[in-house]
């Protein structure tokens, strides 16, 4: 029932990138190819996702209505990705299965994507505020990703596991690491849905609780992974971040911690959405189950 | 006097950047350097300066009403030129006679504060929209500069110009690079300013053509002053486009052909100012000399 959603929810939104990322005939077409296929590579859409189906818990409206401003998200998500692979960053050879970006189209272009990608979610949303009647609502969405996004978040995350990986490091920094790199972006996901679907204080308190919990564990079963999965569950090098000696919730925790803090953090979840009042929650909690038993 | 006022302008904007550019004590203090390093780095400000006085010359009004707005257009403008001076792009080594931010911080960390710089532009300019009255001023003046700055513009210019790097290249392809790669963001710092300001639809056409001169003349001018000037006029390497084998304005058309063309283009934005009836132009004319006379 909840894969079945899940699976839908992804199909739309796979659609809607397809329609979006068309390569025009242009002098610059590469560089629309370069984003088309990073943004078709696959994944599992969790921050559009988690995006619309927000929206349509607290506003009991149609995810539809969203669905621009959660692929903005997701091509925010996708031009860190692109960025971080590059060789003068966590040189990646391989995402999703696929040859990462600057394998394909080189170095220069894949930054030029990463950028292209990055201004476009946020002319998107400039887009969306000047078309839409609920200009306040759209404003403080876009604010709330743009600020998870940049130097006190995601980028600010990147910055510190970058200079993690030259020294040793406490697992406060470890925390900074995952909450600025991983979670930020996953809980705005979240936000900004709650925002634009009208969500009451309290709602948003509890949903603010339940997106920390998902977030953090996200990043935790991704370290797991690396360690306990194959290469081709994974889709990229497996035990890469061994190979990178960079350390993780796993190098630092050990493994028996790292599932002990999963659980916990699910249990969190689930109190979180428990206080959600007269909202069908039973997606969101399905999402918790999934990623605690995803294999990638 | 006008040398003065641009003196003026220029100093205010700098005080602004130097208030917005604090490096705060935290874990990711070095991409807080690494942008403050770049955005003071001098340079002309040209783009916040038109975005401020046209600004002013339409509304009545004080510049500084805008001036958040102007330095975040300045930080789209700096996040270019960081990332374009990266070995992976243009590899230069020296910017307004300074070593290149990553040259100073580093590959990772010159991507990653190009990064927070785009990413910072939109969030100061969603932070306007939500704090502004004039929230669809705001909303169309920050849509104009995000599609001036993305694939179809900005990002889309520099694309070209990396691909003609690599084979010849006729002279519809070189006028896209220049309309794309520099001109776009100059035309949207005064279109933005003068949407802000509430310019008519006579004064934005006017401001539109006036726009689209001064754009080309300004590269244009890089391309001759990299010809005929020193690397010490210059503060970065003369001639460093022939050494990269590099088309421009001047390798394709020739010294005397461009020398024309500037002057042409003088003529064309002096004609549009005058049409402006009733407004003080007297600065933008100011600037038309200044960019046809400046060293550098």
């Not at 925010?76 to 391989?94: C, E, G, Q, R």
């Not at 949303?125 to 996004?149: C, D, H, N, Q, R």
């Amino acid at each position: 029932m909840f894969k079945e959603e899940m699976g839908e929810i992804k199909t739309f939104i796979e659609e809607e990138i397809e329609k979006l990322f068309r390569v025009p005939s242009s002098p610059q077409s590469v560089v629309f190819e370069s984003m088309r296929y990073s943004m078709t590579a696959g994944g599992k859409r969790i921050r559009p996702i988690l995006a619309l189906k927000t929206y349509e818990i607290v506003s009991g409206k149609s995810y539809r209505d969203i669905v621009k401003f959660a692929v903005a998200i997701e091509m925010i998500h996708t031009y860190s990705l692109v960025h971080d692979d590059l060789p003068a960053m966590d040189n990646d050879d391989y995402r999703r299965g696929k040859p990462t970006n600057h394998r394909v189209y080189g170095d220069d272009m894949a930054i030029l994507a990463g950028d292209g990608l990055l201004n476009l979610a946020y002319e998107t949303m400039f887009g969306l505020i000047a078309g839409s009647e609920e200009k306040e609502k759209y404003t403080a969405a876009s604010l709330e990703v743009a600020s998870a996004s940049g130097v006190n978040g995601m980028i600010g995350g990147q910055v510190v596991d970058i200079l993690s990986d030259r020294k040793d490091m406490d697992s406060g920094t470890l925390d900074y690491i995952h909450k600025n790199k991983t979670s930020r972006l996953i809980e705005s996901s979240i936000i900004s849905g709650a925002i634009l679907g009208g969500a009451s204080g309290e709602e948003m308190e509890s949903l603010k609780l339940y997106a920390e919990s998902i977030g953090l564990m996200f990043q935790i079963r991704d370290d797991i992974l690396d360690r306990i999965g194959s290469s081709e569950e994974l889709g990229k090098t497996a035990g890469i971040d061994e190979i990178n000696d960079k350390m993780t919730y796993v190098t630092v925790h050990g493994l028996e911690k790292s599932l002990e803090k999963a659980t916990e953090l699910c249990e969190t979840a689930r109190a979180a959405l428990g206080r959600m009042k007269g909202k069908d929650t039973e997606f969101l909690e399905g999402l918790v189950d999934y990623l605690v038993c995803r294999k990638a």
